[in-house]
């Protein structure tokens, strides 16, 4: 028996896919409709890992079933190249995001046609490119007119060595997950102005639309939890001892209203605002 060499065979399908445009597709089709999208991947300059050919294999995976079906199906790749990793990786190498990413782009491409995945090419996009992101911008612009955009203050966690704020789950054991150095600073709690959607808004038409879904009952239940509706009181303590011109409130949210007449005492969060607002006073 004759042993597949793939590099004997899959360069020249791979180049007639390209040149007959085999997977472009019409909107205009007469056929049953269906989008495969994988998750769009962050450029990076190493190159694609097992975890994106995995994720890319199962949506050129379903779009081939379908195709197979007689359906018109697509699936598309584009590029989220914009924001944390691109800017890191400028500091890094000293090269200016948009050559950076331009490179990478071009490398991602050349690894996903020769993978082989059955993507119509014509619908590329990359995210840092202005005719994209004028409709993110355009998104935001309509967020802040319902006043779903706001600003306010908020510690968040920051590494002194990257010059970047970091989501919970970068920091590990109390450092910045890019560094594997035992020396490097520990990172620390910086109160910033920051932009916030306000998503609590929907919780509701969330939590009340989940049970319709057709999920597995362990995916909803997560759902729920992370909703985490709970229903309770807000109970308004006076602060005493701040000068007789100052008059000032804690406002407590509870869901066991009875445990609030045995307080004796209060402890506020290093953060809250009313601790930079008296200090000492506070304490
Ligand atoms: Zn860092």
Redesign the pocket.
Known sequence: MKRYNPKDIEPKWQQQWEDTKLYEVNEDSTKQKIFASPMLPYPSGAGLHTGHVRNFTIADVVARFYRQKGYNAMTNMAWDSFGLPAENYAIKTGTPPAESTATNIAYFKKQVQRVGMSVDWSREFNTSDPSYYRWTQWVFSLLYKKDLAYQAEKAQWW????K?V?ADEQVVSGK????DDEN?PT?TKKSFKQWFFKTTEYADDILEATDALDWPQKIKTMQKNWIGRSEGTVVTFQLDGLGAQEQEHLDVFTTAIETIYGTTFMVVAPEHPVVSKYGAACR
Not at 159 to 162: I, K, L, P, S, V
Not at 176 to 179: D, G, V
């Open positions: 590494c002194d060595q990257c970047t970091l910045c997950w890019r560094h490097d990172v």
